[in-house]
């Protein structure tokens, strides 16, 4: 047992208080705990400062999705009925599409459509489409080369699954694919995914796995670049891949 005599209470300048136990003083230790300077140094300033920026470009981007998508919403409802009605008129089957996709965090949602396929499109399992896919219906076709059959997606921004501009979002089974080939693509799932994106305007639809690795790199690089200046860019670049017609 430790007997009195052998703890004494010190008294040193600037009034801090230590403890000698048997004799051992403790104010080594506890100097150095205070005073360790580790060897990889963190700069907690430049840490705090680069997280109070994401927060805000979050935060931006978000009040941006839900006012582009509120917008789109009402003064597009009219365009929404007649692609209902063609929809409905021209092919069997429902008029929306809903599949679950993966978005942020890797949480799984459904995402909304209008159908553009046959209601037994993926009978045999999951596939990507491709040009002159069969399994496509005439309206269909039109409306994926100019995207229409995606606006319903802005109800899906509005709940808050998706942002306007993100990482296209995929299927689970593909994902996993694509991590086999590039773990990278992961990091994709710091963000909301979007309805439109730098890989998609940039490279297009991916017909292959490798494909869908390849226009990842233009989606990792969008981490970098996230803002409404670059946003706005992708968006304008979308309309005019849309007035031309140019997608799958």
């Excluded at 229409?148 to 942002?163: C, H, I, R, S």
């Amino acid at each position: 047992m430790i007997r009195e005599e052998q703890i004494q209470k010190i008294t040193y300048p600037g009034d801090n208080n230590m403890l000698l136990h048997g004799g051992v003083s403790l104010q080594g230790s506890i100097d150095d705990f205070f005073t360790y300077q580790p060897a990889f140094r963190v700069n907690l300033q430049s840490i705090k400062k680069r997280i109070l920026v994401h927060q805000e470009t979050v935060f931006i981007k978000r009040v941006f999705d839900v006012v582009f998508s509120s917008l789109v919403i009402v003064a597009g409802l009219p365009v929404f009925l007649v692609l209902m009605l063609i929809t409905k008129l021209t092919s069997r089957g429902p008029v929306f599409y809903k599949q679950e996709r993966i978005g942020k965090e890797g949480r799984p949602f459904f995402i909304y459509k209008f159908r553009s396929m046959r209601p037994d499109a993926e009978k045999n399992g999951p596939q990507l489409a491709s040009d002159h896919d069969p399994r496509v219906t005439k309206w269909g076709r039109f409306m994926r080369r100019t995207h229409l059959d995606e606006l319903p997606q802005f109800w899906n921004v509005l709940k808050g699954d998706m942002a306007v501009v993100g990482p296209r979002p995929e299927r689970e089974y593909f994902i996993n694919e694509i991590t086999k080939r590039t773990p990278a693509y992961r990091e994709l799932f710091r963000i909301k995914p979007g309805i439109t994106s730098i890989g998609q305007v940039t490279y297009g639809y991916a017909e292959t796995v490798d494909q869908m690795c390849d226009r990842m790199a233009f989606d990792l690089e969008y981490l970098s670049k996230m803002g409404l200046r670059a946003d706005l860019n992708i968006i304008f670049q979308t309309v005019k891949v849309m007035t031309q017609g140019k997608g799958q």
